[in-house]
């Protein structure tokens, strides 16, 4: 399981989608997760994941591509807030509009980047906006995606899975 990259993101009202291997899963019950497009194309892939939100199985049959959002993934970080990793920059959750999430960059207040992301709430990509006014923030070289399960990972999911049952207190 150390190669997969797992990350959840937070889909709203509390609930959250599992992202493996750069695919979305919908979790029905607790700890089961089915593909995302389950009902659009019948895709038969699932994982499970135990109480500590680490990935304990992965049955990766999935009849399609991965959708779009492949080139970008997602990372709890230490504050247990999602972070975006796109073409090798890191952005931060900048705000929620409808059904989408903006993304800023980083580097914003430091370098006064303004290039900004917009995911829906499930972390499909829509688009891009601005340049970067600085070189990439975050590249493979000094990232290993491994680490997320492994070691490192277990932390952060945990962290992020507390956050996210916070959010679930404070939600109605
Ligand atoms: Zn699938
Ligand atoms: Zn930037």
Not at 104 to 126: E, H, I, W, Y
Not at 137 to 152: C, E, H, R, V
Request: glycine share 6%; charged share 30%.
């Amino acid at each position: 399981m150390g190669k997969l990259t797992a990350a959840y993101i937070p889909t709203g009202r509390g609930k959250k989608n599992l992202v493996l291997d750069g695919f979305s899963f919908t979790e029905s019950p607790a700890g089961y997760w089915v593909c995302s497009r389950r009902k659009n194309v019948n895709c038969r892939a699932s994982a499970r994941t135990n109480k500590r939100g680490e990935v304990i199985r992965y049955d990766n049959t999935h009849n399609h591509e991965k959708p779009k959002f492949y080139k970008a993934f997602f990372l709890p970080s230490r504050a247990g807030k999602m972070v975006l990793i796109f073409r090798n920059n890191k952005f931060w959750v900048n705000n929620q509009y409808r059904d989408k999430l903006n993304w800023a960059c980083r580097d914003k207040d430091s370098k006064g980047c303004l290039c900004r992301v917009q995911t829906t709430m499930d972390g499909r990509f829509v688009r891009v906006k601005g340049h970067h006014t600085h070189k990439p923030n975050f590249t493979p070289d000094n990232f290993n995606a491994s680490g997320l399960i492994k070691s490192k990972g277990k932390e952060c999911n945990d962290s992020l899975i507390s956050k996210i049952r916070q959010d679930e207190n404070t939600v109605e």
